[in-house]
């Protein structure tokens, strides 16, 4: 259970598109208005590990076109979402809406790097000696958990910055974060193909 902590906590508390998101979301939104956004991730992740464990997950892997459109579907839309924190240059959040709980639930379905953390564990850690319900809810558990974790850590992170930032320097990080947003996912994308 440890390597199987230290596996999944090493990959899920770098950054990558969900914790770019929250760090934005909770600088320029505050912690109230990052709960759907963390409440859409955990939840995706629990469909991406489902979807990644059933004959559905072997399937993709066996027919490349469903996995190909499905990251073209999330490059896309990973780069819309980083479209939308480059255009928020103000801690104006009345007149901005941070991302929701469903835009959080596609982003997670559709992050690369969930899926090769799910993909990895699958083949590393599945226990063949249980069923698959129990290997299921394992994992669902135990993923979930050590995300909370470690998606918490970017959310404090982000609490902790909003105190210190200005209007202006807040315009210049969104898009910095944009770009390492859209950086990561080209990096992510390239890697998985």
């Known amino acids: 259970m440890l390597s199987l902590f230290l596996f999944s906590f ?3 508390v770098t950054p990558g ?3 770019i998101v929250l760090l934005t979301t909770s600088i320029n939104y505050g912690i ?3 709960i759907p956004n963390l409440l859409g991730i955990w939840f995706g992740f629990g469909l991406l590990i489902i979807i ?8 993709i892997n066996e027919t490349p076109f469903l996995l190909i459109g499905l990251k073209i579907f999330g490059f896309v839309y990973i780069l819309y979402l980083a479209y939308k924190i480059f255009k928020n240059n103000s801690f104006d959040a009345e007149n901005k809406k941070p991302i929701n709980f469903f835009e959080s639930t596609l982003l997670q379905i559709s992050n690369p790097k969930g899926l090769i953390l799910i993909f990895a564990i699958v083949t590393n850690f599945w226990m063949v ?3 698959y319900l129990y290997n299921l809810l394992y994992l669902i558990f135990f993923l979930i958990s050590v995300s909370v974790v470690s998606n918490l850590i970017w959310v404090a992170l982000g609490v902790i910055m909003k105190r210190k930032l200005s209007n202006n320097f807040l315009s210049i990080f969104n898009k910095f974060m944009a770009l390492v947003l859209v950086l ?9 193909i």
């Not at 990644?52 to 399937?59: I, P, V």
């Open 17 to 19: 598109p969900n914790n």
């Open 32 to 34: 109230k208005e990052t």
């Open 10 to 12: 090493a990959i899920l």
């Open 52 to 59: 990644g464990t059933s004959s559905l997950g072997f399937f």
């Open 129 to 131: 000696n249980e069923s």
């Open 184 to 192: 990561t996912t080209f990096y992510s994308y390239a890697v998985t």
